[in-house]
């Protein structure tokens, strides 16, 4: 930098490279600043460039239920909680809108999140910017359900990106039973594309929400969203971009086991145990499809009620017998309480890194 030149006079390419170390909650204030900052700073470059720094720290996003009152509320933590001191839930980021009662949290990818709500309310959320796009409503159109002893019986959700064109998309899959005929009609697919906000309807003989189990973390990576099975010889997945299904074999020993789908060190993973008076975990990752690998075995260990993924240390979120929310270090074996939460338990956990996607 020459002598007298201002910061704003910086070619494009350092002022984006200062820019993308820095936080979303400063960057949404230099908009403000001038036109060239605020279109370089919503520009798709440095968005992408910014979302990909290293520097951009994860946090720890926790959907959590409260006992008393029936409502749920998503609570965001820096990295540096994790590192010391417990977690404290009094300070829990609201939900959008009208949403108190939230049943399903899904992602983050890009650093949005799906939300779904008991009374059918569906919304893309951008945490960091607090943007917020209401999803419209699901429908039933110009597919023979239209009998008046038809109930939906079951349904689930998938959410992630088409790596050919950076687009995002929700898919439902709903399965509907008829009393009368006594008779399951073909499940009902519903895909939302951000870039159109609409749905698109069709039926699928390949899948259905009976099948399938919510994960207790995020499972969308590189273009398909996963589930685990009811049964847990079997993985399902959705390839957001072609818009189909497919089914993945896992080994037998999954059988006799319990388990939860989740991310370990940007691969799909199962993370398997057997509970009782104590509890062993195995976490298994899938190097390719079908082909999976034992690379950690934990325990016998006290005091576990279930497994739910993985932080970047390494490390286990596991959900304790008393359901609190703790870290298991697998080399040591040590848990590490993240609580102390009254009159509330945890549904879901993610890694969630900040961005600056927009939803509009």
Known sequence: MNEGTTFLELPADVVMHIFSKLPVKSLLR????????????????FVAKHLRHHKNQENLLVHCYHVHGGAS??????????????????????????????STVLGPVDGLVFIYNDHSLMLLWNPATREVKLLPPLVVSSLPLSSPSRTLYSHVFGFGKDPSTNDFKVVCVRDYWDDDLQVWYVPLVSVYTLSSH???????????????????????????????????????????????????????????????????????????????????????????????IKKVSIGPLLNIRRALGSWKTGFIFIETGNMQLALLNPDTKEIRHLGPRINCYCLQVSRYKESLVRLH
Not at 30 to 45: D, G, H, M, N
Not at 246 to 266: C, H, V, W
Request: some cysteine; glycine content about 4%.
């Open 198 to 292: 609409s749905w698109r309807q069709f039926r699928d003989y390949t899948f259905s929400s009976l099948r399938v189990v919510k994960s207790y973390t995020n499972t969308y990576l590189n273009g398909f969203y996963y589930w685990g099975g009811i049964s847990s010889c079997r993985v399902f997945a959705f390839d957001v971009r072609n818009e189909i299904f497919r089914e993945i074999r896992t080994p037998d020993t999954f059988k006799s086991m319990q388990g939860n789908l989740a991310l370990y060190n940007d691969s799909l993973a199962t993370f398997a145990y057997n509970r009782g008076t104590e509890t062993s975990v195995d976490v298994w990752v899938m190097e390719a499809e079908g082909c999976w």
């Open 30 to 45: 230099f908009k403000a600043v001038c036109k060239y900052w605020c279109s370089l700073i919503q520009s798709p470059t």
């Open 73 to 102: 509320a998503l609570s965001l933590f820096p990295d540096a909680y994790l590192a010391g001191t417990s977690l404290e839930y009094q300070d829990h980021i609201p939900t959008p809108t009208s949403f108190s009662t939230v």
